[in-house]
């Protein structure tokens, strides 16, 4: 078959077969008919197709000025394999959705960004929303409100 198909059947008269070669006894007119399937792309390896955003320790929801918050975002494929090169964008919203800061980077080998977020002393006390996007080529991934932290005060 021509590149890109797979042979299906042969369907002959009202018989079919899957055998890619079977023996015809000619004692009339007979058609014979091949099948060919075209072949379904298979997805790359690295097409992004989950995206996981935690703050580690996990333990960790609740910061006071000048404390750090680390952000994590791991990227993975359909079969659960790392993506790696893939850009993420992390963005920190606080509770009025007034955008905080903004973070970009491309994840590592281990499919893995990190970020490093300080609480500003004069960060508004309350509830904090991390949200991220990953690209892989042509395909984003969203997570909105993804992880929450509370900031408060000193």
Known sequence: PADG???EKWVIGEFETSNTTTTITMNNNITATAIFVEES??????????MNVSIEPS???SYKYNEWVNIRVSTTDQSGQAVADATVEVTIVDRYDSVIATYTGNTGTDGIFTASHRVANKSTTGKYTIQATAFKGSLALVEAAAVTFEVTGR
Do not use: E, I, K
């Open 5 to 7: 198909w797979n042979f």
């Open 59 to 61: 333990s960790t929801t």
């Open 41 to 50: 792309p298979p997805n790359p390896p690295d097409d992004l197709t989950s």
